[in-house]
T-cell receptor
């Protein structure tokens, strides 16, 4: 159980284009999803917390206009990298927490397999 | 502020040997503690978690971790490593009443036959 699907797994695109990454909880409902960025051989850096039906909460230093997050349903959150440039190339990972964990931060996050984004 | 330290960037062990990965945290109270494993190009898989109670927790794949409050540590152990355990291991801390996880910098495990 607790499967999180992330799509696409790998995307290459030209500089200036926008890229959308989807994160779906397949067998549970998630009121909260998280988006992370991971540079090669480094740890995960939280970018934003996505809450179903409300605006995302961005971490300090993350441009909200650059990284658009939409959490339209209890099973889907999307991250759109707008006008992507080579410096946006990275590994993006989403995670989700089970609805039944709402209010209990001890519920673990379940992670997707990540999206490798390469901007040429 | 919360922080997590994984002192060992890279560890190499022989298959069948025992393993201990270190994790130290900084937090005012007892945090929620997690160990995750990441294979190359993949997301993270939860190995085990500690919230309260028994300080020795058992996880998947034969891993266990021990919470030591006096040392602010949550070290991960496995008595006999398998080649398939080669991966990146992340320790993480979550504060009660927040949604966020703070990750350590990770320890890369290599296993030689």
């Amino acid at each position: 159980g607790a499967v999180v699907s992330q799509h696409p797994s790998w995307v290459i695109c030209k500089s200036g284009t926008s890229v959308k990454i989807e994160c779906r909880s397949l067998d549970f409902q998630a009121t909260t999803m998280f988006w992370y960025r991971q540079f090669p051989k480094q740890s995960l850096m939280l970018m934003a917390t996505s809450n179903e039906g409300s605006k995302a909460t961005y971490e300090q230093g993350v441009e909200k206009d650059k990284f658009l997050i939409n959490h339209a349903s209890l099973t889907l959150s999307t991250l759109t990298v707008t006008s992507a440039h080579p410096e946006d190339s990275s590994f993006y990972i989403c995670s989700a927490r089970d609805l039944w964990g709402q209010g209990f931060s001890n519920q673990p996050q379940h992670f997707g397999d990540g999206t490798r984004l390469s901007i040429l | 502020a919360q922080s997590v330290t994984q002192p060992d960037i890279h560890i190499t062990v022989s298959e069948g040997a025992s393993l201990e990965l270190r994790c130290n945290y900084s937090y005012g109270a007892t945090p929620y503690l997690f160990w995750y494993v990441q294979s190359p190009g993949q997301g993270l898989q939860l190995l085990l978690k500690y919230f309260s109670g028994d300080t020795l927790v058992q996880g998947i794949k034969g891993f266990e971790a021990e919470f030591k409050r006096s040392q602010s540590s949550f070290n991960l152990r496995k008595p006999s490593v398998h080649w398939s355990d080669a991966a990146e291991y992340f320790c993480a801390v979550g504060a009660p009443n927040t949604d966020k996880l703070i990750f350590g910098t990770g320890t890369r495990l290599q296993v030689f036959p």
